[in-house]
């Protein structure tokens, strides 16, 4: 996991060679003006979703996990809470793994947690198993997804 300012988004180009398409979206595009939806910036590999949601208690979050992309959540307004355990601590056991979503939902609580808020940006790799949007209010962010 990697927390960061999304104005330092540059110093992470060298993790994976499609984050400089990423940067280009966000060099062209002003993530505070686009509106809610879907915007593909590279088709099945490589998306940003832009949505508004009400925040939520942690009791009623769970951890999520994905094999095939990598998440960079940005926090466009408001304050989200995410929680975090180390994928190497969750059994997995029963879990069903969507693989038209690349989501699996698993049974264990957050081991840690991270609060950040507008123009902050959070990197969940396959390793990081995460429970997003703990928090109170609505909580406008972009979420892109990059195919490993």
């Not at 490589?46 to 996990?65: F, R």
Request: with cysteine; net charge negative; charged share 30%.
């Amino acid at each position: 996991m990697i927390l960061d300012s999304i104005k330092s988004f540059e110093r992470y180009l060298n993790i994976h060679a499609s984050f400089s398409k990423v940067l280009e979206f966000l060099k062209k595009n002003d993530l505070h003006s686009i509106g809610e939806g879907k915007y593909i910036i590279e088709e099945n590999n490589i998306w940003c979703t832009v949505s508004i949601t009400e925040g939520k208690d942690e009791a009623d979050v769970q951890l999520e996990v994905h094999d095939s992309f990598i998440d960079i959540h940005v926090v466009l307004e408001g304050s989200e809470i995410i929680g975090f355990r180390d994928r190497s601590k969750c059994l997995g056991v029963e879990v069903k793994y969507d693989e038209a979503t690349d989501t699996a939902f698993l049974k264990e609580r957050p081991e840690a947690y991270v609060s950040y808020s507008d123009d902050n940006f959070v990197i969940c790799f396959p390793q990081d198993c995460h429970a997003p949007l703990i928090g109170n209010g609505p909580i406008r962010k972009a979420v892109f997804k990059v195919r490993l």
